[in-house]
């Protein structure tokens, strides 16, 4: 299995500053077909998880655009340029490239 | 409107058996992978395995192979998730999710955009 490691776990950010955090996977995400399938999702208390990023920097309908993904191969970074209150949540990476898919352990961003 | 509406939560005991569902309307439900995710209480996600409903291919994690059976039943769209004996290991929060393998432009894209509302499974003696 792949295994994703995030960084940090906890994140305690002031409001109006930026959060980055960061996912490195055990083996390359680059798929066969060239692609690489790695996703962030926001989970807020009490609801099922949201799809922000898609293959790696992709923004998903809707997110604020102070949301941003990068990285390559092994390494990526979800960055909020500015944290609102409405950002608290675990964040989690995710790969598809290989079954079985896998996710990282989350990072809890809360606000100092 | 896509929509994955999952069965509600349950309180069994150690070494029951329990099946839960995940209805799917609004999209041909034939068409898309469904995936199962754990989330023990207080914890991450974690991917259990997968299924095409159009044929029934499944694909597990190796984590979950042997201890869940994932199933579907196109004709009423509706996906399942079930064990034969219960444990207390297994209290957790349950989510489907429907795998889309293509984005708004038609690229290839592999990610979960929508979610059921999760079952939350109990099991205490």
């Known amino acids: 299995d792949i295994v994703m490691t995030q960084t940090p776990l906890s994140s305690p950010v002031t409001l109006g500053q930026p959060a980055s955090i960061s996912c490195r996977s055990s083996q390359s995400l680059v798929h066969s077909d060239g692609n690489t399938y790695l996703s962030w999702l926001q989970q807020r208390p009490g609801q099922p998880p949201r799809l922000l990023i898609y293959?790696?920097?992709n923004r998903f309908s809707g997110v604020p655009d102070r949301f941003s993904g990068s990285g390559t191969g092994t390494d990526f970074t979800l960055k909020i340029s500015r944290v609102e209150a409405e950002d608290v949540g675990v964040y989690y990476c995710m790969q598809a490239t290989q079954f079985p898919y896998t996710f990282g352990q989350g990072t809890k961003l809360e606000i100092k | 409107e896509v929509q994955l509406v999952q069965s509600g939560a349950e309180v069994k005991k150690p070494g029951e058996s329990l099946k839960i569902s995940c209805k799917g309307s609004?999209?041909?439900?034939?068409?898309?992978?469904i995936g199962w995710v754990r989330q023990m209480p207080g914890k991450g996600l974690e991917w259990m395995g997968i299924i095409y409903p159009g044929d029934s291919d499944t694909r597990y994690s190796p984590s979950f192979q042997g201890q869940v059976t994932i199933s579907a039943d196109k004709s009423i769209s509706t996906a399942y998730l079930q064990w034969s004996s219960l444990k207390a290991s297994d209290t957790a929060m349950y989510y489907c999710?429907?795998?889309?393998?293509?984005?708004?432009?038609?690229?290839?894209?592999?990610?979960?955009?929508?979610w059921g509302q999760g079952t939350l499974v109990t099991v205490s003696s």
């Open positions: 999710a429907r795998h889309e393998y293509y984005d708004s432009t038609g690229t290839p894209a592999k990610y979960f955009q929508h």
């Open positions: 609004g999209y041909s439900f034939t068409s898309y992978w």
């Open positions: 293959k790696i920097s």
